[in-house]
């Protein structure tokens, strides 16, 4: 999970593996991993999700922990447009190191402040990722769907 | 020290410490296979797994661990003495507990070591610094982001509604409900319309009833203490932020952060100001419970405006002299903007480093806004002290000229200008040497880039007049105070004169003489204003043209175009329509560009010469020799003809590199298909020998120096009846 701080990737792990939510931020230090379960048409997946502090100016991107990733889930959040930029830098320096499959998401759709991002900007980086997922870790909207894709890239793919 | 890791150590207060350090250590003794050292028997079976009672394996379920092994097995081999830190992660016990460690490989003596780390306590400690950092961040993010997007709404409402009644009705209604303070201002900085925040913001509730402060007031007496660099801002027209530190006698303290912006016309002249207002109190607050992120800057770690501000003061009321360095980077806007706000940031933060390691450590070194830093030089010696100053000035824009390798292995290049005052000869009150070490900076920047300029009273009178005269020229624009001149161009073969440049003069109503381009283009070039002045220049030679066509005149007319004119994309649809009104084929157009905008980004220059020629008008390159543009450049171009400066002509006749140099640019033109014409040809020697080079066009006084219309006209009736 790769994202600027406070986007909502801690709370998307909470919600998908335990079913929980709070309102109440902690900012994440280091890593945290958790595994979870995931079976798609017939196959067994065990997923290693690793929730990663969240880049800015107190945390740099760190290559170390995409390394030996599967797959990178990219989030940002819908209120702020930084944290799209800060996602454009992100996955600049991540294609540098690695071309796993990513997932854009865009977290916190059960806000209304949408920032507006311009139709033609996102279609440009569309094909960047194998899927563009509007969730909400609070409602749990497109939380299951968004690893269920992911399974189901590497059935097709695989 | 080389055995305290040994299985026979039993040094009991070696014991204790590592029980202190609540860690476990373990001795690398093959690949993955540890031997125990010490351990921690309430939380070590969460990272290893004990094969036997002093050996062990890490535990297959502590992913994280096991995926720095990795890198330990690789930083082990190396062999070199070290250390190597897996950053903090998280273990979540059966029980919903958390545990937080870190792990160190190491290399000591010759022995790899792995240490595991519990780090409860300092994490707690850091997460919380963290949260309230970050908190903080966001909200100011979320902050500008609301301020932004108001202000590009009321940008448009502002531009785009004619009717000012209207206007301040939407704008009214749209700022009423806002969270923020927002005042809009008439351009003489007149309060127009308030919204109800921002008399809330300002409320002071004293027993003094007398209070007349007016919000608008209280902003401006605060800038000018706080920010004396920046009282030019409403001169110059520029957009301002900062944050306003604000002691509302006795109980009130308050942070402001407040965004300036003014709302410009076509002509890029001020119509409006906005101010945004916010009370940042809270989120100052949150940030000074650390120490650490209030005084310093949290990117470059360099001391902050607040710090700044206090170490200036106290150098100010103590006796020894300083040089006060305002340094300020040339284009990081542009590389934010081109390279991502990451690069922007290593780009700082090498800068900063940059500058540290240059100075001696009695200086101080300060980063007091965005791309702006402040260096305090003290103990300098008192003799040639100035041009010690000048000498270290220096060495920073070379060290600052050196290439940077940011995160893609690009390599930036940047530069920065740098304004220098004098504690005490220059000011002896910190606000006023900041005002004018700005000032310096400002004027730096204007002679080009990567400048350095002392403060001095004429400068403050030169940078007045070049605001007046900045003032009179978008007057100029709105008044139409500009008219053409053509100076004719002769074919060498014929005779004949087949062409014409058009030149500009300024005739303000009151003066007496003409003001030439070169003491008012550079400046419109500067400040934009080129892009309307090049618009009206380009009418009226299409003006000139129509009526040499109605008497039988078809000449081609060449007209300059300015780097900033190229990089302008409405340049050709506007082209266009002007020969469409005034009915003028594009061949009878050529468009002078100067060699060195072709240097600033050719892909851009090549698109709009690809756009400007594809319907049909001519463009030759000007000042040819005096730039770098190579032959390379000019083949891919869509170019017609070149112009050899006249800093080639003028001393042709004598000098044998010149004629050298002349002779083979116009033999490399011609088997590129190009024509040449040379300019400032002022006598026969040189219209001679450039005849014999088979130059083909020839301009300049020794034929015909710029003429009006009328005079032109006359010019060349008479020099066609000659010809026959
Ligand atoms: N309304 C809303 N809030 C969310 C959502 N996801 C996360 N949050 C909140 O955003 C804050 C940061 O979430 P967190 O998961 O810690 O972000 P992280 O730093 O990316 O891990 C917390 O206060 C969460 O409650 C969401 O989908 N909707
Ligand atoms: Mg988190």
Known sequence: ?158 | MSNIYNESSNNSLEKMALNALDCTVLLRRQSEKFEIIHQIETWSNIVISKISAHKAVINDGCIFLNDFLIDAEMFWAKNQQGVLSSGFWTEQLANGKLMHFEALACVTEQQSLLIINNVQSVFAQQQKTLQIAREALISNEQLAQQVDNTHQYLNEIATNTDDMKKMLATIASTIEHATFGIMLLDKNLKPILQNPINYQLFQVNTKDQGQTETPLDVIFKLMKKQYPEHERIFEAASAWHGELYWLAAPYYVKWLKVSIYPIKGALGDVNHWVFYISDITRIKHLLEHNEQLAHYDSLTKLPNRQLFWNLLEQNCSQQPAFYLLYLDIDNFKFINESYGHAEGDELLITIAQRLQKMLKKEDIICRVGGDEFVILLRNIKEEDAKKHCLAIAQRILRKINEPYEVRHKDRIITTASIGIVHFPTDATDPDLLMKYSDLAAYNAKLTGKSNIKFYSQKLQQKTAQRIALENALREAIVNHEFSIVLQPMMDINTGKIIKAEALVRWLPPNAENNIMPNDFIPLAEDTGLIIPLGKLIFKQVCQCIQQLNQQGHPLTVSVNLSPKQIYDNSLSHFVYQMLNEYNIPPQQIEFEITESSLANDFDLVLATLLQLKKGGVNIAVDDFGTGYSSLAYLKRLPVDSLKIDRSFIKDIENDENDKAIVSAVIVMAHSLKLSVIAEGVENIAQLDFLSKMNCDIIQGYFFSKPLYLNNFISFIKKHNENLT
């Not at chain 1, 599967?70 to 830098?89: E, K, M, N």
Request: charged content about 25%; some cysteine.
């Open chain 1, 1 to 158: 999970m790769l994202g600027s701080s406070a986007v909502g990737k801690t709370s998307l792990v909470r919600h998908y593996v335990d079913g929980i939510f709070s309102e109440k931020y902690l900012t994440t230090l280091g890593v945290k991993i958790d595994k979870k379960q995931l079976t798609v048409k017939d196959k067994q997946f065990q997923f290693l999700l690793w929730d990663i502090e969240g880049t800015d100016q107190y945390a740099a991107f760190q290559p170390r922990y995409i390394r030996g990733a599967s797959a990178l889930i990219l989030v940002t959040d819908c209120t702020r447009i930084q944290t799209y930029i800060d996602a454009v830098d992100i996955f600049k320096q991540a294609r540098q190191l690695t071309d796993v499959p990513i997932v854009l998401v865009i977290n916190k759709t059960d806000l209304n402040k949408h920032w507006q991002l311009e139709e033609q900007t996102l279609l440009d980086h569309q094909h960047d990722f194998i899927e563009v997922i509007y969730t909400s870790a609070k409602t749990g909207t497109s939380v299951e769907q968004l690893f269920q894709s992911i399974g189901e890239y590497f059935v097709k793919h695989l």
